[in-house]
């Protein structure tokens, strides 16, 4: 929005309202418009699972309401995300989120989340509030740009320690021990304060 604003008042004075017209933008604009579809909804994944036997994951979910739909339109798994915080300021973190739609999930599909895991305690503290699996996005391109293939796999292997160094130091000797017990949220502060 701001970027518009400013385009505008760089113009010279001159400038013919045509040629504002045919201004596409800068080149990530002009690609976002021309791959993103506004008219997609939620009846286009019964039309997704008509044309394939793969499992489909729905993402970019971050309520209760959204995960409830999302399985209603046969949705073989969730992942809550907020696109790495790129697409829209002030979407809540990822991780603050998890528990209500776990909750509403209530097992049915495996619950994925991403966004913001730097850490072998962030995987540590997604898994303990119900998640089956994390993914990384900026983490593995960091790398990559770093140190190409070894720079990813060396990623993979800093999270891969981290998170067992945790899980040895919370008395998980295994994935499935990690438990809702081993995490204390904002919302279980507030709730011991009542
Ligand atoms: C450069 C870049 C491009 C991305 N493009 C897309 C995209 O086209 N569609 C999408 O669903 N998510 C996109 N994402 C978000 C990632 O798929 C992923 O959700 C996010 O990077 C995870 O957060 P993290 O980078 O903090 O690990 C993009 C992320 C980055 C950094």
Not at 98 to 106: D, F, H, M, N
Not at 182 to 189: G, I, K, L, S, W
Request: hydrophobic residues 45%; charged residues 25%.
């Amino acid at each position: 929005m701001w970027s518009g604003c400013f385009r505008f008042l760089l113009l010279p004075f001159k400038t013919h309202r045509s040629e504002l017209l045919q201004d596409k933008g800068s080149n990530l604009e002009a690609y976002a418009n021309e791959t993103m579809d506004p008219s997609l909804c939620w009846r286009d994944i019964a039309w997704l699972k008509s044309i394939t036997n793969l499992p489909i994951l729905i993402k970019g979910i971050l309520t209760r309401e959204d995960a409830i739909k999302a399985i209603e339109v046969g949705a073989a798994g969730i992942i809550v995300s907020n696109h790495g915080a790129r697409q829209l300021d002030y979407t809540p973190a990822t991780i603050s989120v998890l528990e209500e739609v776990v909750q509403a999930v209530g097992r049915r599909v495996p619950v994925l989340l991403d966004g913001g895991v730097r850490r072998g305690t962030d995987v540590f503290k997604a898994l303990a509030l119900g998640a089956q699996a994390v993914l990384v996005g900026r983490p593995v391109i960091y790398g990559l740009a770093a140190k190409g293939e070894a720079g990813v796999r060396k990623v993979m292997q800093m999270l891969k320690d981290e998170l067992e160094l945790t899980m040895a130091l919370a008395g998980c000797p295994s994935v499935e021990d990690i438990s809702r017990s081993h995490v204390r949220t904002d919302r279980d502060r507030l709730q011991s304060m009542l």
